[in-house]
């Protein structure tokens, strides 16, 4: 029998220390009236209020993310002042007292009011701040960041994450996301921060006007080495903030027949048509594909709310349509960038993936005569991967083509260039699908997949790892596999075998265990792709299922 939950003192009284030193009155009120349920003895409001006093949030792959609400352990302002204190006070540690810090929002539930009170506190603080004009996609606060020299920059987003979520995402005096031990030094500065209700708060931060976003439009319209422009655009900003940067991003660069979902353009924190607005996610790109059938595209382009990924859809041969995985987009635009690059600018070109990605970027790589590097999860590590640093991408729909001014994933450049791409094979009477193919007869027919296990217990997965790593198998889809344990430096579990890999993970963002698979089966001239398609295909079926019965037998202990 389950053992009722029960309101303990210790519970109680951290709770009504964080209300009396909340900053905000109508968290305060939130707050208060869970409480009053939970004292009452209502045992959902004791579960609520153990799990919203569980915080703090902590910095994960892309910096804060949680449900907005009240307590330590949600996105609310008294969250965002002492997040924002302690990064004040990291930065004056660092140096860089009275620097310029650049602060951005998406348009979210609170992300206004988050921004603004972010702001106040580092103009308290004596910073130099600039507040971008109004709710713009994370690539151009991440492009502000580097064109005005600023030492940390704050952009108030939850991506992609469902409509209940917000975030803080954080960059460095290099223009890119934190990492360790940066993350570990902002959490104990913030621990130290007194109460929000005494964090100083002042006005005078200087709004930025739309230069910055023209400044950006211009560099980004520069991107494509191509000479064709006929194309016809099917794109969706999901909700977010990203259609009328992308609109404009796409006109400036010369592509102009361009149609938006118009369900989906206006910015919206409720997001009516997904509940959870990523494009990898089944059936949120249904009426992308619809409207590029509609109006006869050439391409179709769905960005996430906060425009950092791009999702690309093509049709095939019979006109049907499907949205291509984040490794097909990432190898394409890999071997796009480097066939057009002047070496005489870049004589040593890098490019870079991660440990989940595909393995053909390698490849393409060394047919370029380019260096490549594999990184951790994340883009603060990509961004991070070297010098001569040319493209980057990850699997999850991380695009980075221009890291000479965009140190980050780029959804709105990566469009420009995935359209400059489709309208240069256009022009040869070619698609993207045949682009893949060429890839596949030269290195290789590399098929990739995802599977996610969904929990509602954090717990559950760190004891699925630990079950993992005590006994891992040492046989996958009929070949022998090794184990590699990422431990101490990442929470992953990667399995190697001939042509089939599995790298298993906690996600950084969701509260999910991933499994990224990939296989790989070499093309021959004699026999065509065909053949090796339909092996890679019965292997990675195989694989999948082998995988998912492993994270079933290891959830059932």
Avoid at 384 to 401: K, N, P, Q, W
Avoid at 479 to 501: F, H, I, K, Y
Wanted: a negative charge; hydrophobic letters at 45%; one cysteine or more.
């Amino acid at each position: 029998m389950t053992t009722p939950a029960r309101l303990t003192p210790e519970l109680r009284d951290s709770a009504f220390r964080w209300i009396a030193d909340d900053a905000d009155p109508e968290a305060r009120t939130e707050l208060q009236a869970v409480l009053a349920r939970a004292m009452g003895g209502e045992e959902a409001a004791v579960a609520e209020l153990t799990d919203r006093m569980a915080g703090p949030l902590e910095f994960g792959t892309a910096g804060l993310r949680g449900p907005v609400r009240a307590g330590p352990n949600g996105m609310n302002l008294a969250v965002v002042i002492r997040t924002t204190a302690g990064v004040a006070a990291w930065l004056d540690r660092h140096g860089h007292t009275g620097a310029t810090v650049v602060v951005g929002r998406d348009a979210r539930h609170g992300s206004e009011a988050f921004a603004a009170a972010a702001a106040d506190v580092l103009t308290a603080a004596g910073f130099d701040v600039r507040v971008l004009p109004r709710p713009l996609p994370t690539p151009v606060l991440a492009f502000a960041a580097r064109h005005f020299g600023a030492a940390a920059a704050i952009q108030i987003t939850a991506s992609h994450n469902p409509p209940a979520d917000n975030g803080y995402k954080l960059y460095d005096d290099t223009a890119v996301q934190i990492v360790p031990p940066a993350d570990g030094e902002i959490e104990a500065a913030i621990e130290a921060v007194p109460a929000a209700v005494s964090v100083p708060r002042a006005p005078g931060a200087t709004p930025l006007g739309e230069d910055v976003v023209r400044a950006y439009l211009s560099r980004v319209a520069a991107l494509p080495a191509g000479q064709h422009r006929d194309l016809r655009v099917a794109a969706t900003a999901l909700h977010g903030v990203g259609a009328d940067v992308l609109r404009a991003a796409l006109h400036e660069a010369g592509f102009t027949d361009v149609h938006l979902v118009a369900e989906q353009a206006a910015p919206d924190p409720d997001f009516p048509t997904v509940s959870f607005p990523n494009p990898e996610e089944p059936g949120v790109t249904d009426l992308l594909l619809a409207l590029a059938v509609e109006v006869a595209a050439d391409i179709a382009i769905a960005l996430d709310p906060d425009a950092d990924r791009c999702a690309l859809g093509v049709a095939d041969a019979h006109g049907a349509w499907r949205m291509l995985r984040g490794d097909e987009s990432g190898v394409l635009l890999g071997e796009h960038i480097l066939s057009t690059l002047d070496k005489t600018v870049v004589p040593d070109p890098l490019v870079a993936t991660t440990i989940v990605s595909s393995s053909m970027l390698a490849g393409i790589a060394r047919a370029h005569g380019a260096r490549f590097a594999q990184t951790l999860t994340g883009f603060k590590w990509l961004a991070r991967a070297g010098t001569g640093l040319v493209f980057a991408y990850e699997e999850a729909l991380g695009l980075c083509v221009n890291p000479g001014f965009v140190r980050d994933k780029d959804g709105i450049a990566a469009a420009v260039l995935a359209c400059d791409l489709a309208a240069t094979l256009k022009a040869q009477g070619q698609s993207l699908l045949d682009a893949l193919d060429t890839l596949a007869a030269r290195h290789g027919v590399h098929l990739t997949d995802q599977i996610s296990l969904r929990v509602t217990d954090l717990d559950r997965i760190g004891r699925l790892m630990a079950e993992l790593r005590a006994a891992p198998p040492t046989e996958l889809a009929g070949q022998p596999v090794t184990s590699e344990d990422l431990l101490p430096e990442a929470d992953v579990l990667r399995l190697n075998g001939t042509g089939a890999r599995v790298v298993i993970r906690p996600s950084g963002t969701e509260p999910k265990l991933k499994a990224y698979l990939e296989v790989t089966e070499p093309a021959t001239a004699e026999t065509g792709l065909a053949p090796a398609r339909k092996r890679a295909n019965e292997r990675l079926t195989t694989l999948r299922a082998e995988v998912h019965t492993l994270f079933g037998m290891h959830a059932r202990r």
